[in-house]
Structures are given as C-alpha cells and as structure tokens.
C-alpha cells in the first residue's frame, strides 16, 4: 500500500513586507485624489447653478415679452376703426428695454396714429418704460 504525505516547500528567501511600506503612500495619495474629486463636484455643481439661473432669467424675460406683445394685440383689435387691418405687434426684451415693434399696412396717417396711439397706452400700463418703433406702412393709392 502506497501512503502519500504531505511535504512543505522550503526555502531561504528572506520575507519582506512589502504591504505595510506601500499602505501609507496610498493613504496620503488617497486624501489629495478625494479633495481633488470634491472640488470638482462642487465646482460642476456650482455652474449647473448658474445655468438654471440664467435660463430661468431668459424664460422670465419671454414670458413678460409674450404678456406684452398679446396686451398690445388684443387692444388693436378690439378698436373698431382698425378692424381687418393686418397690423403685427411684436415684442422682446433687450438688456433692460422693452421694445414693440408694429408692422403692418394701413390705408390712411390718421389709422396709423391711432394704431400708434393705442400701442403706447396700453403697452404703458403693462410696462411703463416700453418704447415702440413704427414699421407702420401708408397704403398709397393708385390711379387707374
């Protein structure tokens, strides 16, 4: 009968710690890399900040361009001698002026100093610093 034991390999390297001398250098490694990895979330977290701000100051501004443009609209509209007239009001925010622009055609001066005139009141009670530019056209007519 053939009976196996066991045998232990024996050897005459020296041991050498190689964990303990190598630990410190990662830990110090380690303290730069997650303030490195802080500073830079905090930085990305800072400029999606400053982006939302901006886009909500930019979505604030066309909802008061829009509110304006429809004010001045619907008060054209609603004068009798300007009806079936195409005239287009067009409003934006540029720094800190409100500007409307009316374009379209009217068949006399005096329709078109009423439009004018309409425009400036009821722009001045939504925003009282709104200035209005005239694109405002007199249909000339023509002899046949």
Known sequence: ???FGIAWA?????????????????????????????IVVVGLLLLVGIAVKLYDRK???????????AQVSDALMRDAGLAG?????TAYLR???AVVEITGEVPDTTARETA??????????V???????????????RAA
């Open 127 to 141: 925003r009282p610093d709104v200035r209005i530019v005239d694109k405002i056209t007199v249909a000339t007519v």
């Open 1 to 3: 009968m053939i009976t």
């Open 116 to 125: 004018l005139r309409i425009a400036r009141e009821e722009a001045a009670r």
């Open 85 to 89: 007239l195409l005239l287009t009001p």
């Open 95 to 97: 720094g800190g002026d």
């Open 59 to 69: 979505r604030k501004r066309d909802a008061e361009a829009v509110h304006l443009q």
């Open 10 to 38: 024996q050897t005459n390297a020296p041991v050498t710690p190689a964990a303990p001398s190598a630990a410190p250098a990662a830990q110090g490694g380690g303290g730069m890399t997650a303030a490195a990895g802080f």
